[in-house]
């Protein structure tokens, strides 16, 4: 079947622009989460959805970035303002089963962001 | 805090060699550990995982073991092909919790 989709698959961007970066999970998986990959580094964890509870938004690096995720399913990732240390690959994973279980996630290719 | 880490970041292996990734961690309440690959312009691929029942697993051409004692994970690669060229890294989960590793980057010559 499908898996996680993102896109666009790159974006380049002005200083102080706002850009929206959007991931469709696997259909039926209830958990989504988003990381920041910056170049050889791991990833950091930004924000975790998980059905209809209350996201956990304790990974968001300051109150320009912003998530919502609608009807449960396709989710987006806003970021105001973006300065150039937002540059970075933007990853979407979703995950069957919520935290606490036994899960893997399954990550979408990318968005590739690059603030000029 | 506790961390997942690696111990090698570059691996340089000839085609056709086995390779073996390593990988420590410092949660001794880790029950679930994952590897993944991910290449170039991609996003991470599920590669085999591997819970703290046990000590070994295997998928194909792909092998991970799990010391408990030592807190060592590593993933071992069978006949590796130049298509493994990639960053593996480790994730392990810690009760509410996925923590990823930086990564190792694996390169096969020809």
């Known amino acids: 079947g499908a898996g996680v989709s993102q896109s666009p698959s790159n974006k380049v961007t002005e200083k102080g622009k706002d850009v929206e970066l959007r991931c469709d999970p696997i259909s039926g998986h209830t958990a989504l989460y988003w990381y920041r990959q910056s170049l050889g580094q791991g990833l950091e964890f930004l924000i975790y959805?998980?059905?209809?509870?209350?996201?956990?938004k304790s990974g968001l690096p300051s109150d320009r970035f912003s998530a919502e995720r609608t009807g449960g399913s396709v989710s987006t990732l806003t970021i105001q303002r973006t300065q150039q240390e937002d540059s970075a690959v933007y990853l979407c994973?979703?995950?069957?089963?919520?935290?606490?279980?036994?899960?893997?996630?399954?990550f979408g290719p990318g968005t590739r962001l690059l603030v000029l | 805090g506790e961390s997942v880490g690696l111990h090698l970041p570059t691996l340089s292996v000839q085609e056709g060699d086995n390779s073996i990734i390593n990988c420590a961690y410092s949660?001794?309440?880790?029950?679930?550990f994952i590897w993944y690959k991910q290449e170039s312009g991609k996003g991470p691929q599920f590669i085999i995982d591997?819970?703290?029942?046990?000590d070994k697993r295997q998928g194909q051409r792909v092998t991970v073991l799990l010391n408990k004692t030592v807190k060592h994970l590593s993933l071992q690669i069978a006949a590796t092909q130049p298509g493994d060229s990639a960053v593996y890294f480790c994730?392990?989960?810690?009760?509410?919790?996925?923590?990823f590793g930086a990564g190792t980057r694996l390169t096969v010559k020809p």
């Open positions: 591997i819970r703290s029942n046990m």
């Open positions: 959805f998980q059905g209809n509870s209350a996201p956990d």
């Open positions: 994973a979703s995950s069957p089963a919520g935290r606490g279980k036994r899960w893997t996630q399954y």
């Open positions: 949660n001794s309440a880790s029950d679930y």
């Open positions: 994730a392990e989960n810690m009760s509410n919790d996925m923590r």
